[in-house]
C-alpha cells in the first residue's frame, strides 16, 4: 500500500462545503502519480519517456462519508488485480483527522503504447511494482496463475 495525505482546498469544495464528488477522481489520479514514483523516472517518465501509458477503462465509486474544506483526506492505494495487460487500482480515502473512510474508488487501467493508441502487454518493472502492492486476498496461489 502507497499512502499519500491530501489536503481540501477552496477549489474542491461545492456550495454546500463538501467535497464535489468528481473531485475523488483527480485525487486518485494524484495517487497514482505517486504510486508509480518508484519507477525510472516516475510516472511523467512512464507517459512522456517510455510512452506507456495507464488510461481508465472502468472506474467505480462508494461515498461514505463527507470531506470538507480546510480537511485532508489519506489516500491509500492498493492493487486489487493484475492481468497481463490490466489492473485495478484500489484507493481509500479516509478523512486525516478521524480516519473514517469517506471513499473507495477502484479503478482500471490497460498498458497501452501512446504512440500507436493500441493495448501492449505490461512492462516488467510496472508489473513488479504492482504485484508488490497487490492485496493479499488477491495475490495468486500457487496452484495457478492470473489472466
Do not use: C, W
Not at 507517459?47 to 477503462?57: F, H, K
Not at 512492462?123 to 502492492?133: F, G, K, N, T, Y
Amino acid at each position: 500500500m502507497v499512502s499519500l495525505e491530501r489536503p481540501i482546498k477552496f477549489e474542491d469544495v461545492d456550495a454546500a462545503n463538501i467535497v464535489f464528488f468528481a473531485r475523488f477522481l483527480n485525487y486518485a489520479h494524484e495517487a497514482m502519480e505517486r504510486f508509480f514514483a518508484p519507477l525510472d523516472g516516475g510516472y511523467a517518465g512512464l507517459i512522456l519517456e517510455r510512452r506507456i501509458g495507464l488510461p481508465a477503462v472502468r472506474v467505480e465509486a462508494d461515498y461514505a462519508a463527507p470531506v470538507r474544506y480546510g480537511q485532508a483526506l489519506r489516500i491509500e492505494t492498493s492493487i486489487a488485480r493484475i492481468g497481463r495487460r490490466s489492473a485495478t487500482l484500489r484507493y481509500r480515502m479516509h478523512r486525516a483527522h478521524d480516519g473514517v473512510l469517506s471513499a473507495e474508488l477502484r479503478h482500471t487501467v490497460v498498458t497501452t503504447d501512446l504512440v500507436q493508441l493500441v493495448s501492449v502487454p505490461m512492462p516488467e518493472d510496472v508489473r513488479a511494482l504492482l504485484s508488490a502492492h497487490l492485496e493479499l486476498e488477491q495475490a495468486p496461489s500457487s496452484a495457478g496463475q492470473r489472466a
